[in-house]
């Protein structure tokens, strides 16, 4: 069996008396869309968090690529789209900027780009076609646009896990069928691809997998399992109308 | 008098000129800072740390020892106790900082009251920048230096810090020890913005230039010319002023940085007030058309 790209066992995370994570285990394989789903305080953005080492859970383990999450990070393998409500958009950055940070890891303490650095930053630019806007100030883009140039981060970056929280949050349907063909070319190459979301109309088109989250996993498996009726009850609840939570 | 007698005159006095080397280096730091403080929203952080090091002031005066130390030492105490606070009561962060400043500054105007030294209080409140001594343009010097260094070496970690603190995570960087030193060199630049504005307005020096650069451009690499360059002039501009005026230095010093700065409010060519009014105006024109086109 191959290593699993991502690995979760067990994983508790708690701020003080509330818990957002109770043994919370999971396992990707290596160049698969998962579709994360979960309502409000499902502890998606906790997951998220604990993976990219800004909450160190008091209980589990994970592990990316069999390595160590702590040694994968500093590997370069992880990388992060936030929410678009994190981001703050009048940030005096260009897309390129944005975009030259996902290197940062691997240059000198400068953080000088090198010439390698440069053409991978316009090669990540060019695979999410953001190249002729490398010079905007990232809030003069779209909300799609918005959400390719932090994909291109990770692009740029190397990285072999890329976690998008909410990417299709305030997107209109046409970028989110750009966003969604993107992801799926990642996944040809390799990478492993989670995404949260509460857009299940996008799930099949989206993703290979499907994990219903509410503090714990409630199921992991292929989609059209995942958007069972009983399935989505139990995710969301007894307030389920329509698809969207 | 001519142009050039008002800009000669005041040279040709020793206090003067290192008044102004002093005014510059400290202007310069202090812009470069703010840079990062207002993008990080750190402003009323910058206030809390330049009143708490009053009483280490006092205290490193008191036992000889380099007044930036002290500085450092109850910058840093601020910033602790301000997030024990907030971390351990249900105080908010804009009550748990208010409550820790006041109280730091207060212990500070205390220490001074009962230690007997040759140092007015009124220097320390609001700077004595004629008064600046040869000792005293070389540890400001050096401190600037420092400060500039380390700022320059770390600037694009802190521009990532600021940015996106998580993405560092996610690199493998320690976004928590980048804060800290920044909170550190906010420390140190205190005192040497200290004997140019005083204790009270080092926040100024600390805020304007930052906030000025960033209604200016939307590139980062230009705020961190553009406001050390504004917050010079106008500094100079300052102390001449009050050379000329024979007024508070550094009171006509954050003065003319705080007009420059509303200049730029209204009259930037890119986030000015004329600006955005003029395309709200555009906005409402076209809006009346188009409105039920926009809504699926």
């Known amino acids: 069996m191959t290593t699993p790209a991502l690995e979760i066992d067990n994983v508790s995370v708690s701020y003080g008396e509330v818990a957002a994570l109770t043994g919370c285990t999971l396992s990707l394989a290596p160049g698969q869309v ?136 305030g997107v209109d349907k046409r970028s989110e069928r750009t966003i969604i063909a993107l992801l799926r070319d990642l996944a040809a190459d390799g990478r492993t691809v989670l995404v949260s979301t509460h857009d299940l109309h996008a799930l099949p088109s989206l993703a290979d997998e499907a994990i219903l989250l509410l503090r714990r996993v409630l199921y992991q498996g292929d989609v059209a399992g995942a958007l069972e009726p009983e399935n989505l009850t139990r995710a969301f609840g007894l307030a389920l109308g329509g698809g969207a939570a | ?96 900082i208010g409550i820790v400043f006041t109280t730091l500054f207060a212990l500070g105007l205390v220490l001074v009251s009962v230690i007997p030294s040759q140092t007015d209080l009124s220097h320390i409140l609001f700077g004595n920048i004629l008064g600046v001594s040869t000792s005293d343009l070389w540890q400001i010097g050096i401190l600037a230096l420092v400060a500039l260094a380390v700022l320059l070496f770390k600037s694009r970690d802190f521009t990532l810090f600021a940015f ?22 906010l420390a140190v630049v205190c005192v040497v913005a200290l004997q140019v504005v005083g204790v009270i307005l080092v926040v100024a020096l600390l805020i304007i230039p930052g906030a000025t650069a960033y209604l200016l451009t939307d590139k980062f690499t230009h705020m961190l010319w553009i406001a050390p360059l504004m917050s010079s002039v106008t500094a100079v501009i300052g102390i001449y002023l009050s050379y000329w005026f024979d007024a508070s230095s550094g009171g006509l010093v954050v003065v003319t940085q705080g007009v420059a700065f509303a ?21 409402r024109n076209n809006g009346a058309g188009q409105h039920s086109s926009n809504h699926e």
């Open chain 1, 34 to 169: 998962t579709g994360l789903i979960g309502m409000n305080g499902s502890g998606k953005s906790t997951l998220f968090k604990s993976i990219m080492g800004v909450v160190a859970p008091q209980m589990g383990t994970i592990r990316v690529d069999g390595a160590d999450a702590a040694k994968a990070r500093r590997a370069q393998r992880v990388s992060y789209v936030p929410q678009s409500e994190d981001v703050d958009w009048d940030f005096p950055l260009s897309v390129w900027d944005v975009v030259m940070m996902g290197r940062y890891g691997l240059m000198g303490p400068m953080r000088r780009p090198s010439r390698a650095d440069r053409a991978a930053v316009e090669e990540a630019l060019e695979r999410v076609e953001l190249a002729d806007l490398a010079g905007r100030q990232i809030g003069q883009l779209s909300g799609g646009q918005r959400k390719r140039a932090f994909v291109a981060r990770g692009i740029a970056q190397g990285a072999s896990l890329m976690l998008l929280d909410e990417p299709f949050a």
């Open chain 2, 1 to 96: 008098m001519s142009v050039i007698d008002i800009i000669v005159e005041p040279l040709q006095y020793d206090f003067m000129v290192r008044a102004l080397i002093v005014t510059v280096m400290a202007a310069v730091v202090c812009a470069l800072l703010s840079c990062w403080l207002v993008l990080v929203g750190w402003s009323l952080m910058g206030d809390a740390v330049s009143h708490a090091v009053l009483p280490g002031v006092v205290l490193a005066y008191v036992i000889g020892a380099p007044f930036a130390l002290g500085a450092l030492g109850f910058g840093v105490l601020a910033v602790v106790l301000i997030g024990v606070l907030r971390g351990t009561s249900r105080i908010k962060e804009d009550a748990a």
């Open chain 2, 263 to 283: 200049l730029v409010y209204v009259f930037s060519p890119r986030h000015g007030l004329l600006r955005t009014w003029r395309q709200a105006g555009r906005v």
């Open chain 2, 164 to 185: 996106d603190p998580v993405h560092a995570h996610g690199i493998g960087l320690n976004p928590k020890r980048l804060g800290w030193l920044l909170l550190g060199l």
